[in-house]
């Protein structure tokens, strides 16, 4: 349905036969009694003028859409919408002044909103205003109808939009920050000023005046604010949320409850790693995989799962697995995905296996600007079918324990030798065996000439440009295929969780060494985590907010270092002293801190005339000159020792990640 020449019209194909058969419109046609615009061909568009439609026809075209000028418009606005990308990477990457990120839900939502003002703008400066809409008034009309179905986070009235319009085409235009609330990501409780946020820690840090608990501290603290003219508080609610941060509890915890405690719950502990010297450490449609194989009991037991591009038959991705699974689908299209870079316009499957699971966590909607279940026999299933058939019989039949291609091919080349597999069965491949075999047999088809333009399938599909679909950036890869822990995770020294039974360490770095301000505001907070199954070299950590899950920040594998010292690198020995000391200065930072506070309160002990506590084992002390003679003579040994044992290329594997 479109609106041309302030007519409400509907496509050929939207009137016929759907609402009126071929032979009647013919027929009203050749009577003059239907009037159309356009003329079909060449991929021209015939429409039909509404109003032109016998009475019958007409009511049955606002019986099913309703009124047709109110739902033309509503059409006409909707094939100009269209989404704005870049708007949503930047919302993506947009930082609250706490540092935190914008929620999932609120960021689809400012998405949308800028997607509408850009389509407003594009009516407004292309002219499309004149051209399908009799004036401003019914334009507007049709803006705010459209916002309210869609649900869109902005207002329908033209009196309350001109407003957010304005701001939205300040400056270039496009002024994305302007559709974010100054107020996103603010502390709507009670405000406490700095100074008596500092009087607030100083006392109840105190171990020489001990606050019992927190009422009797709201108590003083309205005294106290009374007396310096501050606003008093109604509730402990302030107080606790000041005092529980992990920023402050870290203040106030030492002198209240003791160092010791402090250092267990908040000092960072040096992992260290026990000798090991020897080596380490580590790993489509769908369709039967159709050889045979030592587990197998004469049968082909592994399913593959292939996505395949429609225009070059070019496999781009697969997975083998026991069976057609969520898994093995989600494996292959994250291949697919690395393969291309790009984003389907149009995804096809075949609705069974795992793709129920795909479909209810709505990642094939994410995938591909449309995902559509074909039906049995259709034609899109016989060509990959027929892509199959071919690469079956062209190159898997090469093989001695090729099982066949099914039961009704009638070539007897398409059939299983099976008194030569009786023969043989103790020399079938393994699995591993036939997924090498597998993979080179897709080299060789993705390498043979297509059959209609004779070039290798592979680049033929490299060679085409498609400017219809999205490229792929890190966001699209973390959303469609990181996963998330299900349950948030709490960040001591660092942060472990475990997949598969191996458990994996990480932590927030910052010029090689833990991330002070992180540990000292996020220190025994809890994080959902979002990791790439296939990377574990880093993760990416969230908190949860009203809005849906809030990006905070990236956290790297937990720094090792080799316990014994015959086995440590060079450098080591230096990164432990490095260590150390910022373990020592961490606590010390905190007790100076708190210090300084109790003395310009006058709540320290020493205000009372008693002595405050000492942070044991934190005493620095210079390396003797044998000791730096000592370390030195080592990293010399380990330097000598790296010189005659050159890493080879296999040792060299994280470096080509």
Not at 220 to 236: F, G, M, V
Not at 451 to 458: F, S
Request: hydrophobic fraction near 35%; include cysteine.
């Amino acid at each position: 349905m479109k609106i041309i020449d302030n007519q409400p019209c509907l496509e050929y194909k939207e009137l016929v036969p759907e609402i009126m058969s071929e032979s009647n419109f013919k027929w009203h046609k050749g009577q003059g009694n239907i009037q159309t615009i356009g003329r079909g061909g060449n991929g021209n568009k015939v429409y039909i003028v509404i109003d032109s439609l016998p009475p019958k026809y007409r009511s049955e075209v606002e019986r099913l859409l309703g009124c047709p000028k109110k739902a033309a418009r509503m059409a006409t606005i909707k094939e100009v919408f269209e989404d704005d990308r870049n708007a949503e990477i930047f919302f993506k990457e947009h930082r609250t002044s706490d540092g935190t990120g914008l929620g999932d839900e609120l960021i689809g939502q400012l998405a949308q909103s800028a997607s509408m003002l850009n389509t407003i703008n594009r009516f407004e400066k292309e002219g499309l205003v004149r051209k399908y809409f009799e004036s401003k008034a019914e334009f507007w009309a049709a803006v705010g109808a459209y916002i309210e179905k869609k649900k869109i986070k902005l207002p329908t009235s033209y009196c309350k939009m001109l407003p957010r319009l304005k701001a939205y085409n300040e400056g270039d235009g496009k002024n994305y920050a302007s559709l974010i609330h100054g107020n996103y990501g603010n502390d709507y409780s009670e405000k406490v000023d700095d100074l008596m946020r500092g009087w607030i820690l100083a006392t109840y840090a105190s171990p020489a005046n001990p606050i019992p608990d927190l009422n009797y501290l709201l108590e003083l603290y309205n005294q106290e604010a009374t007396r310096r003219d501050r606003k008093t508080l109604k509730s402990i609610s302030t107080l606790y949320r000041i005092l529980t941060t992990p920023e402050n509890e870290r203040l106030w915890m030492g002198p209240r409850q003791g160092y010791l405690k402090l250092k267990n719950k908040y000092g960072y502990k040096i992992k260290t790693e026990m000798p090991t010297l020897r080596d380490s450490l580590w790993y489509g449609d769908g369709t039967k995989l159709n050889f045979f194989d030592k587990d197998g009991k004469l049968k082909a037991s592994y399913t593959v799962y292939e996505i395949i591009d429609a225009y070059s038959e070019a496999f781009i991705g697969f997975n083998i697995a026991n069976s057609e699974n969520f898994e093995s689908q989600f494996l292959a299209f994250k291949m697919a995905i690395k393969t291309s870079t790009f984003k389907p316009f149009e995804l096809r499957y075949d609705n069974q296996g795992g793709h129920k699971k795909l479909i209810s966590s709505n990642f094939l909607n994410k995938l591909a600007r449309l995902s559509i279940a074909t039906r049995p026999y259709s034609p899109t299933g016989k060509s990959i079918e027929s892509v199959f058939g071919r690469f079956q019989s062209q190159f898997m039949a090469r093989h001695w324990f090729f099982t066949g291609q099914n039961i009704t091919a009638r070539k007897a080349s398409s059939r299983a030798n099976m008194e030569f597999i009786l023969s043989n069965v103790h020399n079938l491949p393994t699995i591993e065996e036939i997924a090498q075999v597998y993979i080179a047999d897709r080299q060789m088809w993705n390498q043979a000439p297509h059959p209609k333009t004779g070039l290798p399938r592979i680049e033929m599909y490299n060679q085409s440009v498609n400017s219809g679909v999205q490229k792929v950036n890190i966001w699209d890869m973390v959303d469609l295929f990181w996963l998330t822990t299900p349950k948030p995770i709490t960040y001591r020294s660092a942060l472990s969780f475990t997949i598969s039974k191996r458990c994996y360490e990480f932590e927030v770095l910052k010029d090689g060494l833990p991330d002070a301000d992180f540990r000292r505001k996020y220190t025994n907070e809890r994080f959902f985590v979002k990791y790439d199954p296939d990377d574990l070299s880093f993760v990416l950590l969230y908190q949860d907010s009203p809005n849906g899950l809030q990006f905070i920040t990236r956290a790297d594998d937990r720094l090792h270092i080799q316990r014994n010292i015959q086995e440590q690198k060079p450098g080591e020995r230096k990164t432990i002293r490095a260590l150390n000391d910022y373990q020592v200065d961490e606590i010390e930072t905190a007790k100076n801190k708190i210090e300084n506070l109790m003395t310009l309160h006058c709540t320290s002990a020493e205000s009372f005339g008693l002595n405050s506590a000492r942070v044991p084992g934190t005493n620095k002390k210079k390396p003797s000159i044998g000791q730096l003679l000592k370390e030195e003579s080592m990293e010399d040994y380990h330097e000598m020792v790296a010189e005659s044992n050159p890493a080879t290329d296999s040792e060299d594997w994280i470096s080509k990640i």
